[in-house]
């Protein structure tokens, strides 16, 4: 199994970290302008900064992909643990992204749509952008093979 790049790990917990910022200011002035709890307003701002840069942490932590000889395979998920299987025969396309921090960081995301699907099915996000490109001419070469195999049977 493959794991993330750590880099995204740091663009998640770094977003986290802006977010808990942003809501923990919210809720501190909220619960002391409504509540007059001044006692607990600094708990307030820092408990969902430290809890969502654990949350994408744990996130980071999670997330695995393997790609089989007939098959992708992504792992994931804190509370709720995913796993996906998507076999290359129903592969239709498969796509490489690089937002404005991706690019900044060298980054890229993968995206395989699949065959009766309303959107990706699958992302992979935090690969380097040679390792993404890789694997894009990797699955669709077995998506070939796949759908050449599949039309023999």
Do not use: C
């Not at 307003?41 to 408990?47: C, D, E, I, P």
């Not at 992708?72 to 796993?83: A, D, W």
């Not at 009766?116 to 935090?126: E, V």
């Amino acid at each position: 199994m493959e794991s993330l790049n750590v880099k995204i790990r740091n663009i998640w917990m770094g977003t986290s970290l802006v977010i808990g910022l942003v809501l923990g200011s919210i809720i501190s002035v909220l619960a002391h302008a409504s509540l007059g709890l001044a006692s607990v307003t600094g708990l307030v701002f820092v408990l969902p900064p430290i809890l969502l840069v654990f949350y994408s942490f744990k996130r980071y932590q999670n997330w695995f992909f393997q790609v089989h000889d007939d098959h992708l395979e992504i792992n994931k998920g804190v509370i709720r643990k995913v796993s996906m299987v998507v076999p290359f025969v129903r592969v239709q396309h498969i796509d490489t992204n690089r937002g404005p921090l991706e690019r900044v960081l060298g980054l890229s995301s993968l995206r395989v749509y699949t065959a009766g699907s309303k959107g990706a099915d699958m992302r992979i996000p935090g690969l380097k952008k040679a390792r993404a490109e890789e694997m894009q001419e990797d699955l669709k070469n077995k998506a070939i093979e796949s759908e050449k195999g599949f039309d023999a049977v």
